[in-house]
């Protein structure tokens, strides 16, 4: 099986997996016991926490709070600083974030405003400052975009955001972008959320990296623990196999980097262009291509590059309700809904071989132009 959805979800890291085995089976007591087993638990999770911040950030100006995922992290930045008035985000940004803004509505907490994409799916910069006035306590600009790949540039962004309105919260979600571009978090940014089992990291593990300067209700309210900043017994396990996937994901960052360009741009080369347009940017995130069949469903497409061993993703929900249907992000970027209908996300990890790429690149052209001829 070849596997092309890692932007979905990655293969835990095996070798950080095997390190981290001995949090589960030996020291797996809870680390706020006060017995020495349990409180050494705690010097553990100061090392990942360090290791884990310091490779996009200032330890002396962020730190970092461990969450169940990045879906809980994007909701505790939100909800925790979301105020009276309005707070402003992207036509792009995956549910965690879209949803929980939708949600400030409901409870009647503040007005969202959503800013609209460019063609290449970044967020359009002027018209996402001219939604921000002096009643907007909260922005979040994603950093790479899920489905297209595109890269917001959030330093600058959030540079822009401060200096429209110097009382903003600024907040990004990081998912798809930690371990894979290089990246440092500049000083204008407050909050960044990233999920550990996009980077061969196990689901279930998170983290919200803050300014330190910045107090941080806790979403979460029980035993107190991560500072009192998000209670639940740590998951200590899940927490040290992150660190050292992290660990292996950054030193081969670069050379991913370079790498997965590569066979980004050999994929769409082999790509047959009679069926398939390229909506991903050139400068986006070499880890995802989303291409679109314009005139095919998508949903077809993946299940029958299922069945001849190809697993990819793709830009629309398994549902016939026009709401839900269609990739809003594609949607927001000016495509039409035949072109959102027929996206397939290609989205690959540091395992992908330029092998993989050959075969599925071999596949999706047969099954894109047998589809298409059984449509005509
Ligand atoms: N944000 C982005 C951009 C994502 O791609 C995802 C997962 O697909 C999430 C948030 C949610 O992360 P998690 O699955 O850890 O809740």
């Not at 095997?18 to 589960?24: G, L, P, T, W």
């Not at 509505?105 to 359009?124: I, S, T």
């Not at 370079?258 to 070499?286: C, F, H, I, M, N």
Request: aromatic share 8%.
């Amino acid at each position: 099986m070849i596997y092309l959805d890692n932007a979905a979800t990655t293969k835990p890291h095996a070798e950080a997996f095997e390190r981290a085995r001995v949090y589960a089976e030996e020291k797996f007591y809870n680390p706020s016991a006060l017995y020495n087993e349990g409180y050494a638990l705690q010097g553990e999770l100061k090392t990942a926490r360090s290791a884990l911040l310091s490779k996009v950030a200032d330890e002396n100006t962020f730190e970092l709070v461990f969450t169940s995922c990045g879906t809980e992290s994007d909701n505790q930045a939100i909800f925790s600083f979301a105020r009276r008035g309005n707070a402003v985000t992207t036509a792009g940004e995956h549910s965690a974030v879209a949803a929980a803004f939708a949600e400030l509505k409901n409870r009647g907490v503040a007005e969202p405003r959503f800013a609209p994409l460019q063609k290449d799916g970044c967020v359009n910069v002027e018209k996402l400052l001219a939604l921000i006035d002096e009643k907007t306590s909260f922005v979040s600009v994603m950093h790479v975009n899920n489905e297209l790949g595109s890269i917001n540039d959030i330093n600058a962004i959030a540079k822009l955001v401060k200096q429209k309105n110097p009382r903003v919260i600024f907040h990004s979600d990081g998912v798809q972008a930690y371990g894979k571009i290089p990246f440092r978090l500049g000083k204008e940014v407050d909050l960044y959320s990233v999920s550990a089992h996009k980077i061969g990291g196990l689901k279930g593990v998170g983290a919200l990296i803050k300014r330190k300067s910045l107090t941080l209700p806790p979403y979460l309210i029980g035993g107190g623990q991560e500072s009192g900043k998000r209670s639940g017994t740590e998951n200590t396990f899940g927490i040290k196999q992150f660190e050292y996937a992290a660990q292996a994901k950054f030193a081969s960052l670069e050379a991913d980097f370079k790498r997965l360009t590569a066979y980004r741009e050999t994929l769409w080369e082999a790509l047959d262009k009679s069926v398939y347009s390229r909506l991903s940017p050139q400068d986006g995130t070499p880890y995802i291509l989303s291409v679109s069949a314009i005139g095919l469903r998508g949903e077809i497409l993946l299940h029958m590059a299922n069945d001849k061993g190809l697993i990819v993703g793709t830009g629309s929900a398994c549902s016939s309700n026009v709401k839900t249907r269609y990739s809003k992000t594609v949607l927001a970027c000016g495509h039409d809904t035949k072109t959102a209908d027929g996206v397939l996300r290609l989205s690959f990890s540091g395992e992908t071989t330029e092998a993989e790429i050959e075969q599925a690149a071999a596949i999706l052209n047969e099954i894109g132009r047998d589809l298409k001829r059984r449509m005509q």
